[in-house]
RNA sequence: GCUAGCGUAGCUCAACGGUAGAGCUCCGGUUUUGUAAACCGGAGGUUGUGGGUUCGAUUCCCACCGCUAGCUCCA
């Protein structure tokens, strides 16, 4: 027998070899009709999965999925995958399958196909998966043992299978598999019960991918796509996506001027306009004055540094391929650095050695150590002594090695601890040219960046300080809904530096402090830096968009590599700890997640211009002037709009470029010294004098009030981690 | 960087082998205006760059530059 609990508590016996179909419906057949699969002690399963035995005393926690439950999306949008696959194999005989897993708010299949599928193929790809939904045949999970289940893949010529059977199956005695018709796909489910419980699909794009993820893998054709249970559903979620693209952040910022990307200055490079400008200014006092009062010290350092800086910090040779070459002081920087390089590797022919030394001489670099005949690490030796002797510099990639050697620039006593060095840095990357977008993949950026020195007793306390820093700052925006994700290393991998006592303790305060905090977050291995591990701020925005913004890293490992000390009460030196955060991540970045946040209708206090006077006639400029000085001396961004237009133009033009506040003034405004106050929300607010439309405004920037302009609908809610691994096969 | 698609006036788009067009913006004029667009006129282009095919290229081909989507990457 296997006892079964209930989410109301009920527990009931049933032989073993139940299936929850069966369970759900002993309770009803309307029930039964409804379930799409079933979660099982937390596990997602078939409804015609067997149960295995459980004793009373520990019932197997049963809850039958039905539309209403997120994971049955998931386990839909899975089968879905499935059905896409079958009608591709269809129409592209030959198609080779890959994997085809399920996203937030979708799911994909990966195809090995000579053919390319264009987007005008779509419409035939979805009649020929509504047919197969129409048919609405079962799919039949059925297992067989390794060698026979990579047999099947290969009578099936399915190639990718057969290679993930061996390679990242290898462990599996047994395999799954699931039968739809005439299809059959490796799949470690689960699935629906049949494919007529699809009730509304879409694909949405196609674009390569490679086999496994991996860059030098096969190229593949992915196929996006998305499904729901009704049409209403599909239809607010093509909304939302279509809203998505209305607060592009690349439009916006064009349509209001708030910043530019020249292709003369170069990709990547952020040119901010006056708008933009102003609205970064504004961020940048403000977490200027909030630093200030948390005993941050300013600091400004160079765009430059010595790249044996940046060997020593580790960012040279670890981030070499996404950096700006270094700028070398000598004609023959560069090509002594790649002669390094090849020698370390070994690429260097003798023949293209000898090369190489006759051209050195051209380009007047002469190392007279180096000796052909010598050995390789000799003439290494000789050639990096030559380099080690010229200028060679690099854009910084990152701020903190120059806020090392501030750190450094005097001793330093336990009682000066914590020392908080803080910097708007602009740093240079050089991203790869397809991950550039707008200002939030860019090649210059400026970090609202700080180190923190402190001792290691310090840490969880300044760590705490900082993560709650970061939380005001994001609720001053309006930005209140986030998660954070505890980013640790993978412990497999060798790309991380420092000991092994230190991660752990670092991993170990971090996840302290974060629990006292009781802040939600979730740990991923290898997501963290190479120095160390970090907490980043993953905000939702108010269409449902999550950004990773703010960061706090904690970093035993440059202290140790800069040798940094203080000297203890003990009159002993010791080696302080670093902090690394950065609130708003980078200012690119962080205002374009704004601009898409507000669709580009800024909050009073961070509007590049507040209010714009609006005078009925050009007889009214005088007073119009005189108002716009009001509100100037006021402190507030205004302009006056004296163009002999009329005022319904004007306030048009105003509302379009999303001013916070219209004020029309005419005959009756300049007798009685008032203004006609218009919102860019409300619309005509009336007459009222000067002074308090100033205390209106005044006040609402002080509270750094958030006014949305259109309140969005309530965001189609992605389904987290349905099937988890599912891809895996 | 890879795969695919795309580069036409300041912006949004049309023309697709035969003299490059519209709306908005901009400029000039008329109008002196009351809460989302007054009217008239004008200017604006080496069709991303460089080659090639052709009597003729914005259109077809090649290379480069850039943009977009996705992949890969993200200190």
């Not at 005439?182 to 794009?205: M, N, T, V, W």
């Not at 420092?498 to 402090?513: C, P, T």
Request: hydrophobic content about 40%; aromatic content about 10%.
């Amino acid at each position: 027998m296997t006892h079964v609990q209930l989410p109301d508590g009920s527990v009931k016996p049933y032989p073993v070899g139940t299936t929850p179909l069966t369970i759900a419906e002993s309770i009803g057949p309307r029930l039964a009709k409804a379930c799409l699969a079933a979660e099982v002690d937390g596990v997602i399963v078939d409804l015609q999965r067997p149960l295995p035995a459980a004793p009373p005393e520990r019932p197997l926690q049963l809850k039958l999925l039905t539309e209403r439950d997120p994971q049955a999306l998931g386990v839909m949008r899975h089968s879905a995958a499935h059905v896409m696959a079958r009608a591709v194999m269809r129409l592209y005989p030959g198609v080779g399958l890959a994997f085809g897993p399920t996203l937030a708010h979708g799911f994909y299949y990966d195809f090995d196909l000579a053919d390319r599928i264009r987007e005008e193929d779509f419409a035939k790809i979805e009649a020929e998966m509504a047919r197969i939904i129409a048919d609405a045949e079962p799919f039949e999970r059925f297992e067989l043992p390794r060698d026979e289940a990579m047999a099947f893949c290969a009578d099936l010529n399915q190639a990718l299978k057969v290679e993930h059977v061996q390679t990242g199956l290898a462990d599996h005695p047994t395999l799954s598999f699931y039968r739809q018709g005439e299809f059959a796909d490796l799949c470690r489910g689960p699935h629906i019960p049949d494919a007529g419980r699809i009730k509304a699909f879409k694909l949405l794009s196609v674009a390569g991918s490679h086999w496994k993820g991996n860059a030098s893998g096969k190229p593949l054709q992915r196929l996006y796509g998305t499904a729901w249970f009704s049409a209403k559903d599909l239809a607010a979620y093509l909304a939302q996506m279509e809203e998505s693209k209305r607060r592009d952040h690349r439009v916006l910022g064009k349509q209001h001027g708030l910043f530019h990307i020249s292709h003369d200055v170069g990709p990547g490079l952020c040119l901010w306009l006056p708008k933009g400008a102003t609205i970064r200014g504004i961020l940048e006092d403000f977490i200027k004055a909030e630093l200030l009062k948390r005993g941050y010290q300013p600091v400004y350092t160079p765009h430059i540094g010595r790249v044996e800086m940046y060997e020593t910090s580790g960012h040279f040779p670890y981030y070499r391929d996404s950096q700006f070459a270094p700028l070398f002081g000598h004609p023959a920087g560069a090509f002594v650095d790649r002669w390094i390089t090849q020698l370390e590797t070994g690429e260097l022919t003798p023949e293209n050695e000898r090369k190489y030394f006759e051209f050195a001489d051209l380009l007047e670099c002469r190392v007279p150590e180096y000796q052909l005949a010598a050995p390789r690490e000799a003439r290494l030796t000789a050639l990096k002594a030559w380099q080690g002797q010229q200028e060679r510099y690099l854009l910084k990639p990152m701020n903190c090695p120059h806020h090392v050697q501030i750190y450094k620039s005097q001793p330093r006593s336990y009682r000066d601890l914590p020392v908080r060095l803080a910097e708007f840095g602009t740093v240079y990357r050089h991203e790869q040219s397809g991950e550039l977008n707008g200002m939030l993949r860019v090649r210059g950026l400026t970090q609202d960046d700080a180190h923190q020195f402190c001792t290691p007793e310090q840490v969880e306390e300044e760590f705490r300080q900082t993560v709650q820093l970061v939380q005001f700052v994001l609720g001053s925006l309006g930005l209140n809904e986030y998660r954070v994700q505890l980013s640790l290393r993978d412990p497999q991998s060798d790309k991380y530096v420092g000991s092994e006592e230190n991660w752990q303790r670092a991993e170990q305060s971090l996840r302290h402090v974060l629990g006292e905090l009781q802040l939600a977050f979730e740990e991923r291995a290898g997501e963290a830096a190479f120095y160390g591990p970090k907490a980043d701020f993953m905000v939702r925005d108010c269409i449902g968009r999550e950004w990773q913004l703010g960061t706090v890293q904690l970093d035993y490992n440059l202290p140790e590599r800069f040798q940094l000390e203080y000297i203890g009460a003990d009159n002993r030196p010791h080696r302080p700890v670093m902090i690394h955060r950065a609130p708003f991540g980078s200012m690119e970045r962080f205002v374009g997640v704004l601009i898409e946040h507000f669709a580009g209708a800024f909050p009073l206090w961070i509007a590049p211009e507040q209010a714009r006077i609006l005078p009925i006639s050009e007889k009214m400029q005088d007073y119009a002037v005189r108002v716009e000085g009001q509100f100037r001396d006021a402190g507030f961004r205004v302009r006056s709009d004296l163009r002999p237009e009329k005022v319904g133009y004007k306030i048009r033009e105003a509302q379009l470029e999303l001013i916070p506040y219209m004020l029309v003034v005419g005959q009756r405004e300049a007798e009685e010294g008032t203004v006609s106050v218009r919102d860019r929300i409300e619309g005509d607010l009336g007459s009222m004098p000067v002074a308090e439309a100033l205390t209106r405004l005044t006040v609402e920037v002080k509270d750094r009030r958030i006014r949305q302009t259109a309140p969005p609908a309530e965001p189609v809610a992605p389904v987290e981690d349905a099937l988890g691994e599912a891809h895996e096969y």
